[in-house]
T-cell receptor
């Protein structure tokens, strides 16, 4: 059974701090990985794709560790507006739903 | 910005009533998904379509749920009869898949969701 696991949190982090959380996946054949952000009572929105070489977008860095089968999201200099739930998405080739499996999300709270 | 439009945004109904949710995907997207989200279960896939053809509805209770795409601009999700356990937020999402099923939709754009409460 394909699974995507995330620590639900909440992660309570002071403003300005650096926070990181991981997402583990069970299918070693997984090919594509994404982080989505979901604000309270809103829809999920793509935050960033996760490439094999890792990628950075401003204060956000996403990395993939294929050997240990996890992806990570690191947020530097956290802002109050970063408070949200972060959903990990894994794409397994040939799977149902085009192979997209969502984690249940990690809840992040940035405190002033 | 192109967006996925869902109606209704909120629906309160009584057990046993029929509920129909509608979704207008982004023009040009060939893949449409229906998800249900609850606090306990997270995002659950109910059904999805490629070029209006249903590809997978294994996540959907067949006795009461049905999903259709009467045309490329409209996807519907119907619950009949509704039950209290159906209370959730229902999201529609669309994406563009190139190269066939194995390529995957990758990036999805979600609608704002339909919040359903069944009393």
């Amino acid at each position: 059974r394909k699974e995507v696991e995330q620590d639900p949190g909440p992660f309570n982090v002071p403003e300005g701090a650096t926070v990181a959380f991981n997402c583990t996946y069970s299918n070693s054949a997984s090919q594509s990985f994404f982080w989505y952000r979901q604000d309270c009572r809103k829809e999920p929105k793509l935050l960033m794709s996760v490439y094999s070489s890792g990628n950075e977008d401003g204060r956000f860095t996403a990395q993939l560790n294929r050997a240990s089968q996890y992806i990570s999201l690191l947020i530097r200099d956290s802002k109050l507006s970063d408070s949200a739930t972060y959903l990990c998405v894994v794409n397994d080739p040939g799977g149902g739903a085009d192979g997209l499996t969502f984690g249940k999300g990690t809840h992040l709270i940035i405190q002033p | 910005d192109a967006r996925v439009t869902q109606t209704p945004r909120h629906k309160v109904t009584e057990m046993g009533q029929e509920v129909t949710m509608r979704c207008q995907p982004i023009l040009g997207h060939n893949t449409v998904f229906w998800y249900r989200q609850t606090m306990m279960q997270g995002l659950e896939l109910l059904a999805y379509f490629r070029n209006r053809a249903p590809l997978d509805d294994s996540g959907m209770p067949k006795d009461r749920f049905s999903a259709e795409m009467p045309d490329a601009t409209l996807a519907t999700l119907k619950i009949q009869p509704s039950e209290p356990r159906d209370s959730a937020v229902y999201f529609c999402a669309s994406g563009l898949v190139l190269g066939g099923r194995s390529s995957g939709a990758n990036v999805l754009t979600f609608g704002a969701g339909s919040r359903l409460t069944v009393l």
